[in-house]
């Protein structure tokens, strides 16, 4: 009988150790060409179509998004809910500490980070990067915290929207690549491409 067990809990354990170090190439293939062109979109906009306005696009918190959204996009931390989300409370809680107390540095970093982790439990958007996104509005540069609430919107809500734009594109390439897991919410985006579609087609 033990000995069964333990035979059984080997074969389940080499099992588990196959999987888990198992290469897959096309895989890795699409995790990678996502983020590549996901973050490339980010900074080429930045360096070639804001820099006469000095604006930043390209926060350091979207490369620990891309590793959610294009290599584990089963997780329910990488879903778009998540992801817009988790970054835009963090970004906003972020932005309203800072101007609350913008000269006490170890009071309104942890603060940022911890109520912005509260919010996203509360609002069901767990993003683990949101918590990156807070802290630099906090601790970022002088041309960051210049933006106001407008950071908000850009480079956190626009860059997001990016972000997830080529998920939606780069996840679904093939049949073992569903995102997101949720289908309600890609039957919903179809419907919303078609209306738009439909409209620019009248207005034509």
Do not use: C
Request: aromatic fraction near 12%; charge should be positive.
């Amino acid at each position: 009988m033990i000995k069964s067990k333990i035979k059984r809990g080997l074969r389940v354990s080499r099992y588990v150790i196959y999987k888990e170090t198992l290469v897959d190439y096309k895989e890795h293939f699409w995790s990678f060409t996502g983020a590549f062109i996901g973050i490339g979109l980010i900074a080429f906009f930045q360096s070639y179509l804001l820099t006469q306005f000095e604006n930043i696009f390209l926060i350091g918190s979207f490369g620990a998004s891309s590793v959610l959204i294009y290599g584990a996009i089963q997780s329910p931390l990488a879903q778009p809910r998540n992801l817009i989300g988790g970054h835009v409370i963090s970004a906003f809680i972020g932005v309203s500490i800072y101007r609350l107390l913008p000269d006490i540095i170890w009071i309104t970093a942890p603060m940022a980070v911890s109520v912005s982790i509260v919010m996203m439990q509360i609002t069901k958007t767990l993003h683990p990067p949101g918590g990156a996104t807070a802290l630099i509005a906090v601790v970022g540069s002088e041309k960051i915290k210049a933006l106001g609430f407008l950071y908000v919107i850009s480079p956190v809500l626009t860059g997001s929207l990016i972000l997830l734009m080529i998920a939606l594109v780069f996840n679904n390439m093939t049949p073992h690549r569903k995102y997101p897991t949720n289908q309600y919410f890609t039957r919903l985006l179809i419907k919303s491409l078609k209306k738009t579609h439909k409209r620019i087609k009248q207005a034509v």
